[in-house]
């Protein structure tokens, strides 16, 4: 899961790509070191586990990470090599930008939806495992050969979960998503 925001123009998307480090970024799968192997979610001991909300969408209840900072939304899910088919992450603002996601460090599938301050659902897109940073790579010409998953509107979350859930739900824009403590959770957000 990795994101990228603010989007730019095609014409500069470059220039965007090379000038992230202050940019509001939402990256799903990990930053630009490849972080070390992390358990799949649900396996880390009570006292390590991050903070997590439910978030039902199309008739499932998913358990989420969350990530309201930038370190937080840097990392992701980069390293994971596995996701239970109710687990995810949920990528939080304090208001809504422009905003995409890339598969930086992630070896598995997964679906990323963008919901407007409300949890309006405005995109959805499958995101395929893309393949690592390879030796020598540096950072910018890695991040500069990942696709981009973009909002078409500015967005205040995100949501990642296991690869073909969304679309398995038929979840598309205009659903609602109902997230628990969402009004909390986007004051806390940084």
Same mark, same amino acid.
């Given at each position: 899961?990795?994101?990228?925001?603010?989007?730019?123009?095609?014409?500069?998307?470059?220039?965007?790509?090379?000038?992230?480090?202050?940019?509001?970024?939402?990256?799903?799968?990990?930053?630009?070191?490849?972080?070390?192997?992390?358990?799949?979610?649900?396996?880390?001991?009570?006292?390590?586990?991050?903070?997590?909300?439910?978030?039902?969408?199309?008739?499932?209840?998913?358990?989420?990470?969350?990530?309201?900072?930038?370190?937080?939304?840097?990392?992701?899910?980069?390293?994971?090599?596995? &996701?239970?088919?109710?687990?995810?992450?949920?990528?939080?603002?304090?208001?809504?930008?422009?905003?995409?996601? +890339?598969?930086?460090?992630?070896?598995?599938?997964?679906?990323?939806?963008?919901?407007?301050?409300?949890?309006?659902?405005?995109?959805?897109?499958?995101?395929?495992?893309?393949?690592?940073?390879? @030796?020598?790579?540096?950072?910018?010409?890695?991040?500069?050969?990942?696709?981009?998953?973009?909002?078409?509107?500015?967005?205040? /979350?995100?949501?990642? +979960?296991?690869?073909?859930? /969304?679309?398995?739900?038929?979840?598309? @824009?205009?659903? &609602?998503? +109902?997230?628990?403590?969402?009004?909390?959770?986007?004051?806390?957000?940084?």
């Amino acid at each position: 899961m990795a994101g990228r925001g603010p989007t730019r123009a095609a014409g500069s998307l470059a220039r965007s790509r090379a000038t992230l480090a202050g940019a509001a970024l939402a990256l799903a799968c990990g930053g630009d070191v490849a972080p070390p192997p992390a358990p799949s979610i649900g396996s880390a001991a009570p006292a390590e586990r991050p903070e997590r909300v439910t978030a039902a969408i199309a008739g499932r209840v998913f358990d989420l990470e969350v990530a309201l900072d930038d370190a937080a939304r840097q990392r992701g899910l980069g390293g994971r090599t596995a &996701l239970g088919a109710q687990a995810g992450m949920l990528f939080v603002w304090r208001r809504p930008l422009p905003l995409a996601m +890339v598969m930086r460090d992630c070896p598995i599938p997964l679906d990323v939806a963008f919901f407007d301050a409300t949890g309006r659902v405005l995109a959805v897109h499958p995101m395929r495992p893309e393949p690592p940073r390879r @030796p020598g790579e540096r950072a910018a010409a890695y991040e500069a050969r990942l696709p981009a998953y973009a909002s078409p509107a500015p967005a205040a /979350l995100a949501m990642e +979960v296991a690869g073909g859930s /969304l679309t398995e739900l038929g979840v598309a @824009p205009g659903d &609602l998503v +109902v997230i628990e403590g969402l009004s909390a959770l986007m004051a806390r957000a940084r």
